[in-house]
């Protein structure tokens, strides 16, 4: 099976950069989605297409996508930042593999 | 707007069956096809497979085949979760997500999402 890791954690600072990372196999021959989910909340899209952001993603997110590992980049996180990050990519079945997430900590 | 409206929460015992709805409006439902996933409690999200909107055919990930059964109804624009035989691992929250594309790209996300559906099983 294909996997994806996540750091299980990250705390940033109001106004810092943060940067999420997703590492598997040859990720960068696959196309990366990342989701975030507030508290008590359902998963939303942020980035999609390895870089690419759906209308109403702020353009504080950014994504990228190289070799093994994929970046989440937050640019002048705020508080309603926090949440938990899940990437996503697909393995050759085609099945979709998530990440563990990263919860993100604005403080 | 897209929207994905998903049945309430349910409690049921060991070794019953269990329902889930995901009634979709907002764009046309047979040509976005619908995945399930699922979420323990504190734990991430699972991928549980997917149901074609315009052929019925599911498709089911590794761990979700044999008590997970995928089905539509069409006249309703809803997609169905049944889950037979619970167990308790089975306690989780669900979710339904539309799946979308890039024209001429092979590329495949989540661009929509109910908003769960909570299921405990407790004897």
């Known amino acids: 099976s294909y996997d994806l890791t996540q750091p299980p954690s990250l705390s940033v600072s109001p106004g810092q950069t943060a940067s999420i990372s997703c590492s598997g196999d040859?990720?960068?021959?696959?196309?990366v989605s990342w989701y975030q989910q507030r508290p008590g909340q359902s998963p939303v899209l942020v980035i999609f297409q390895d870089d690419k952001r759906p209308s109403g993603t702020p353009e504080r997110f950014s994504g990228s996508n190289s070799g093994n590992t994929a970046t989440l980049t937050i640019s002048g996180t705020q508080a309603m930042d926090e949440a938990d990050y899940y990437c996503?990519?697909?393995?050759?079945?085609?099945?979709?593999?998530f990440g563990g997430g990263t919860q993100l900590t604005v403080l | 707007q897209v929207r994905l409206v998903q049945s309430g929460s349910q409690l049921q015992k060991p070794g019953a069956s269990v329902n889930l709805s995901c009634e979709a409006s907002?764009?046309?439902?047979?040509?976005?096809?619908i995945s399930w996933v699922r979420q323990a409690p504190g734990e991430g999200l699972e991928w549980m497979g997917w149901?074609?909107?315009?052929?019925?055919?599911?498709t089911y990930a590794q761990g979700f085949t044999g008590r997970f059964v995928f089905s539509l109804d069409h006249s309703v624009k809803t997609a169905h979760l049944q889950i037979r035989n619970l167990k308790a691992e089975d306690t989780a929250v669900y979710y339904c997500?539309?799946?979308?594309?890039?024209?001429?790209?092979?590329?495949?996300?989540?661009?929509?999402w109910g908003q769960g559906s909570l299921v405990s099983v407790s004897s």
């Open positions: 907002g764009y046309t439902f047979i040509n976005y096809a």
């Open positions: 997500a539309r799946g979308n594309t890039v024209r001429g790209i092979q590329v495949y996300f989540f661009d929509y």
């Open positions: 996503q990519a697909w393995d050759n079945t085609p099945a979709a593999v």
């Open positions: 149901v074609n909107t315009n052929t019925g055919k599911a």
């Open positions: 040859k990720l960068g021959d696959k196309f």
